[in-house]
């Protein structure tokens, strides 16, 4: 219940300081990239229960001959990599905190259709709500491999105390400024999960 009333509380007062940033960047995307400002995708969260989470839209839309998208990288552009870089691009979610989709704290909700690829003890990263940042975002974020995203997202669940979430968003505010750990080796973001061995 102490976590969830410090999610409502700082996600509502977030929103409301934040409203200026979040109207210039919307602004910005509009201008830069065109419509639709938001990029809305359904993602599982607590015991993998889909909600709709909410992120600025951060790529241009291109498309082969075959009216297929083109990948992140040719999609991707300079303005775009700055919204990730500086976390630009997470602000709306503070909504979904407020709705209680998210939290402030907890593992990155992923890709729907990973859930079937998970095994018994990566599945366990579902056993806490979602969050805007996490311990694996602060121990390497995308520079992680997936195993040892999935560790440390095991690793919170199991040991999650208002204490350790307010270092996470205290290194989390450190790793931004700083700029580490943005992509994975060769990849704009990071590479898709394709299962275990």
Known sequence: MLKRSIDIVASFFGLLFL??????????????????????QVRPGF??????MIKFRTMKDAFDSQGNALPDSERMTAFGSFLRSSSLDELPELWNVLKGDMSLV?????LMEYLPLYNAEQLRRHDALPGV????????????????KFKLDVWYVDNQTIWLDLK??????????????????GEVTMSKFTGND
């Open 19 to 40: 409203s200026p940033i979040i109207a210039f960047v919307a602004w910005q995307i509009s201008r830069k990239l065109g419509s639709p400002v938001l990029f809305c």
């Open 47 to 52: 015991r993998g229960k889909p909600f709709k």
């Open 106 to 110: 907890g593992p990155r909700p992923l």
């Open 133 to 148: 940042t996490g311990w694996a975002q602060i121990n390497g974020r995308n520079a992680l491999s997936w195993d040892d």
């Open 168 to 185: 996470i968003v205290f290194l989390t505010v450190k790793k931004v400024l700083v700029r580490e750990g943005i992509s994975g080796d």
